[in-house]
């Protein structure tokens, strides 16, 4: 299964060039540069994005710095939506950088949850992981785990690190012997939020796309490349 493992890592490690600006209503002592960032499909937006919310508050005084929310084009970006989802499902057909804008207040009540901190992050991944094995294996082999191993897989997916995580998330996988467990985990919010046809569509769309590319010619993955942000900002990239 040595390809299986090929096509997973690069999906683990596929970037999504991002430029976050702050809403231009937000009141600062000085302007507010954008901040550049590589961010990775399969982690959540409150998960990597502290180095973006240090970069704005630096120019922001304290009393106007209320819960960090982020938005495209209009639309609230749901923190427990998978970065890699939010994008195919928002952005897919826009140019590169992925414009996002990042707001301190009037926070969005009716469209966002509250995420006061990464705990909250956690509970809400090992919840998708437990209904997801519920449906895949009846709940045996998320059971026969112990805490360490919960803690192990979270502690892979929030460090990204990719034999960390899958050290424990193949056992997820060992019963039938199908491929997209994983993106079961990540994808699951969806039908839900978006409703069966357009859920479907994005999500169904990317599980095929790699069947194809994987049985192809020579079963090497055909991922869509991602552009370098080291030449097109090159003081930018942290």
Known sequence: MT???DVL?????GRIPTCFTLYQDEITEREAEPYYLLLPRVSYLTLVTDKVKKHFQ????????????????????KWHYPIGLLFDLLASSSALPWNITVHFKSFPEKDLLHCPSKDVIE???????KEADALKHKSQVINEMQKKD???LWMGLQNDRFDQFWAINRKLMEYPAEFFFFFLVFSR???TAYGGSQARGPTGAVAAGLRQSHHGVGSKPRLRPTPQLTVMVPSQIH
Not at 67 to 72: A, K, L, Q, T
């Open 123 to 129: 509970a809400h991944f090992m919840s998708c992981v």
């Open 189 to 191: 919010a969806t039908l």
């Open 58 to 77: 630096k120019v922001m005084r304290q009393e106007d710095i209320s819960e960090i929310w982020f938005e495209y084009e209009g639309t609230p970006l």
């Open 3 to 5: 390809d299986d493992k």
């Open 9 to 13: 890592r690069d999906v683990w490690f």
């Open 150 to 152: 919960h803690k192990q």
